[in-house]
């Protein structure tokens, strides 16, 4: 299973353009790459998904590079109610064995 | 899009006695269903694999005479913790993936478990 590595927390201000890395140097051929978004006592959240280049959709982009061995999550125009765990998750999404195993997340506070 | 519900969203229950919670895929049939625990201030640590019909896969170090999973039909899975201590008290989370398509995962809102 890949591992992945997110920095632990990040900052930000509101209306301000975030991004977020992910390392998984051990990402597999046949590998997607997911985000989620967690709130307090609350099931996280799907935001995005890709596999290569770049995905887009009305909440997020994504960004991978051609070695796939690291992905950033970018949120444009961050609001207060932003703030939450991100998560990126790696794994083949079309085998019956996939596991979801989380990482430590980012925590990102968005501050007024 | 596709809705998973958990329930209780919370319980309280005294140590010893069993708690079970119940996740329902409501608009789509699951053909695995993972069961979760999350700690304050932590990730989530998968606890199990559902599939539909055949035994749960534990993951390491999770007891699986403690934590009883059942998942007897494709839009329900059960999760059963049974004399339940202090030290079992955390916040459960299911998720479901849909058979087929890219395998999305769709996760209920969680069930808080406090044992007193």
Known sequence: LAKTTQPISMDSYEGQEVNITCSHNNIATNDYITWYQQFPSQGPRFIIQGYKTKVTNEVASLFIPADRKSSTLSLPRVSLSDTAVYYCLVGDMNTGGFKTIFGAGTRLFVKA | GAV????????????????????????????????????????????????????????????KDKFLINHASLTLSTLTVTSAHPEDSSFYICSARMGGGNGELFFGEGSRLTVL
């Open chain 2, 4 to 63: 998973v519900s958990q329930h209780p969203s919370r319980v309280i229950c005294k140590s010893g006695t069993s708690v079970k919670i119940e996740c329902r895929s409501l608009d789509f049939q699951a053909t695995t269903m993972f069961w979760y625990r999350q700690f304050p201030k932590q990730s989530l640590m998968l606890m199990a694999t559902s599939n539909e019909g055949s035994k749960a896969t534990y993951e390491q170090g999770v007891e």
